[in-house]
């Protein structure tokens, strides 16, 4: 990326103004210069998601969430050596710094690579009925619909090949069929599908128990009913770096109360809040494994990602979570599935 100007932000600048700068420059990452472009630090996705998940104000000065320290090249070093660093120090952008300390350039690794061949494996819960979306789903499966130009499930499959994941397992259970006659054995997309029938309704978790085999790799899961243009590399990244053995992907959720709440001591009042706005961290649907996980998930049941959670923690093991801040749509109501059509093309297509 030769105009690192488009990522740059002053140290003054707010949280929330670079936010923007980084959705908007797509590389996950701003750089925080001085007037007279020297480098004061980068600011990274995560370093923003912590920042959400600590309740911080996104009205302070990014100086207090930045890297005051990142690794740093110089212009003239070869691409290969550029890649071996960003590899050896598991990041994925680094800032080009002269001799004087001022940024000339950034590098950016996905730009000096081909998408790195993932073993992940990646399991889609593409077995549900699709009830609230009937009459649409009387004669197609839910992952099947068509949004934009193309089912559901596809544009999910293309979003994980376009980070390098290329095995896949499919969980079906109604209109299977159908499913499996449209993607087949993944090879029209270059990628291994396999599909895991479940005989009856297991839930969101459940079908992980009839996977043939477990995998020696971390997995994810994720719904077959949901879009997003979550960058799944940088999850696993944010999985390993918390040393978790299972993550949960979030979304920030607002619920406003329509009436003043009072603030009381015993009968004394205290205070009055007129139609305060609350907000919850709510399950995005999306999920990151270790192998070890399913050993907590019981054998052709019924089970819930929520249960396998809850059952983690119980049992002392690290869980963490990780904010989805990237377009994220559920499609299980006909609201939802004609606001995402509606929402396709400037996503998904640009």
Same mark, same amino acid.
């Given at each position: 990326?030769?105009?690192?100007?488009?990522?740059?932000?002053?140290?003054?600048?707010?949280?929330?103004?670079?936010?923007?700068?980084?959705?908007?420059?797509?590389?996950?990452?701003?750089?925080v210069a001085d007037g007279?472009?020297?480098?004061?630090?980068?600011?990274?996705?995560?370093?923003?998601?912590?920042?959400?998940?600590?309740?911080?104000?996104?009205?302070?000065?990014?100086?207090?969430?930045?890297?005051?320290?990142?690794?740093?090249?110089?212009?003239?070093?070869?691409?290969?050596?550029?890649?071996?660093?960003m590899r050896a120090r598991?990041?994925?952008? =680094?800032?080009? /710094?002269?001799? #004087?300390? @001022?940024?000339?350039?950034?590098?950016? %690794?996905?730009? +000096?690579? $081909?998408?790195?061949?993932?073993?992940?494996?990646?399991?889609?819960?593409?077995?549900?009925?699709?009830?609230?979306?009937?009459?649409?789903?009387?004669?197609?499966?839910?992952?099947?619909?068509?949004?934009?130009?193309?089912?559901?499930?596809?544009?999910?499959?293309?979003?994980?090949?376009?980070?390098?994941?290329?095995?896949?397992?499919?969980?079906?259970?109604?209109?299977?069929?159908?499913?499996?006659?449209?993607?087949?054995?993944?090879?029209?997309?270059?990628?291994? =599908?396999?599909? /895991?029938?479940? #005989?009856? @309704?297991?839930?969101?978790?459940?079908? %992980?128990?009839? +996977?043939? $085999?477990?995998?020696?790799?971390?997995?994810?899961?994720?719904?077959?009913?949901?879009?997003?243009?979550?960058?799944?590399?940088?999850?696993?990244?944010?999985?390993?770096?918390?040393?978790?053995?299972?993550?949960?992907?979030?979304?920030?959720?607002?619920?406003?109360?329509?009436?003043?709440?009072?603030?009381?001591?015993?009968?004394?009042?205290?205070?009055?809040?007129?139609?305060?706005?609350?907000?919850?961290?709510?399950?995005?649907?999306?999920?990151?494994?270790?192998?070890?996980?399913?050993?907590?998930?019981?054998?052709?049941?019924?089970?819930?990602?929520?249960?396998?959670?809850?059952?983690?923690?119980?049992?002392?093991?690290?869980?963490?979570?990780?904010?989805?801040?990237?377009?994220?749509?559920?499609?299980?109501?006909?609201?939802?599935?004609?606001?995402?059509?509606?929402?396709?093309?400037?996503?998904?297509?640009?």
């Open positions: 990326m030769n105009n690192w100007r488009e990522i740059a932000v002053r140290p003054d600048e707010s949280i929330r103004e670079t936010l923007e700068v980084i959705d908007e420059g797509a590389v996950q990452i701003a750089i007279h472009d020297h480098l004061q630090g980068i600011v990274t996705d995560g370093d923003i998601r912590r920042g959400i998940l600590k309740d911080l104000d996104l009205g302070a000065p990014v100086a207090s969430v930045m890297n005051e320290d990142p690794i740093t090249a110089r212009p003239q070093e070869d691409r290969q050596s550029l890649i071996d660093t598991r990041i994925h952008q =680094i800032p080009l /710094v002269d001799n #004087e300390g @001022r940024v000339v350039g950034i590098e950016v %690794l996905d730009d +000096l690579l $081909e998408p790195e061949a993932r073993p992940n494996p990646v399991v889609l819960m593409a077995g549900g009925l699709g009830t609230r979306l009937r009459p649409l789903t009387d004669d197609c499966p839910k992952p099947l619909l068509e949004v934009g130009d193309k089912p559901i499930l596809e544009t999910i499959l293309e979003g994980f090949i376009a980070h390098g994941f290329h095995r896949f397992y499919l969980s079906v259970n109604y209109k299977a069929g159908m499913i499996e006659d449209y993607f087949r054995d993944g090879s029209n997309w270059g990628v291994d =599908i396999s599909y /895991v029938h479940e #005989e009856k @309704r297991l839930g969101t978790a459940g079908p %992980l128990s009839l +996977l043939p $085999e477990r995998p020696d790799e971390t997995m994810i899961v994720m719904n077959g009913d949901l879009l997003t243009k979550l960058n799944f590399t940088h999850l696993l990244d944010f999985h390993r770096e918390h040393g978790a053995v299972a993550t949960m992907c979030v979304r920030e959720h607002e619920t406003q109360v329509p009436y003043g709440v009072i603030e009381t001591d015993d009968q004394s009042m205290e205070g009055i809040e007129e139609k305060p706005t609350e907000r919850y961290f709510v399950n995005a649907g999306i999920y990151v494994l270790e192998p070890e996980t399913l050993g907590y998930v019981p054998e052709n049941e019924f089970f819930d990602m929520p249960d396998l959670f809850k059952r983690l923690i119980d049992e002392g093991k690290e869980a963490t979570v990780f904010p989805v801040r990237e377009y994220w749509q559920d499609v299980g109501r006909k609201e939802d599935f004609h606001r995402v059509n509606g929402e396709y093309e400037e996503v998904f297509d640009t």
